[in-house]
Nanobody, 126 residues
Framework: QGHLVESGGGLVQAGGSLRLSCGAS????????TAWFRQAPGKEREFVSA????????DSTDSVEGRFTISRDNAKKNIYLQMNLLKPEDTDVYYC???????????????????WGQGTQVTVSS
């Protein structure tokens, strides 16, 4: 599936929206789990949302539930993160990741993922 490339980050005011994209350069995502994580300087990488190709039901952390929506195209070429009602606390570098194995015991754990993008900066101002 090649490496992952994120795009769509930027600077927005609180309450605004951004749409992040993640593409599998040179191929498709294939089987397994693809997720969005975020990380601020000096902090642990935090799970945001994940989608499993064999299951249409996504999983998101409570802090973004109802505001962020993960989605994919049917060809498995891209996944997206639609972020609405952004807050300053959402300011982070956002990373796209693909799972180490086809089957994942805990898709909210960063160690389950083996392929990571370079990240895209999201900054939300008051």
């Amino acid at each position: 599936q090649g490496h992952l490339v994120e795009s769509g980050g930027g600077l927005v005011q609180a309450g605004g929206s951004l749409r992040l994209s993640c593409g599998a350069s040179g191929g498709t995502f294939g089987a397994g789990v693809t997720a969005w994580f975020r990380q601020a300087p000096g902090k642990e990488r935090e799970f945001v949302s994940a989608i499993e190709w064999g299951d249409d039901r996504p999983d998101s952390t409570d802090s973004v539930e109802g505001r962020f929506t993960i989605s994919r195209d049917n060809a498995k070429k891209n996944i997206y993160l639609q972020m609405n009602l952004l807050k300053p606390e959402d300011t982070d570098v956002y990373y796209c990741a693909r799972s180490r194995y086809t089957y994942v015991a805990d898709k909210r754990t960063a160690s389950e993922y083996s392929v990571w993008g370079q990240g895209t900066q999201v900054t939300v101002s008051s």
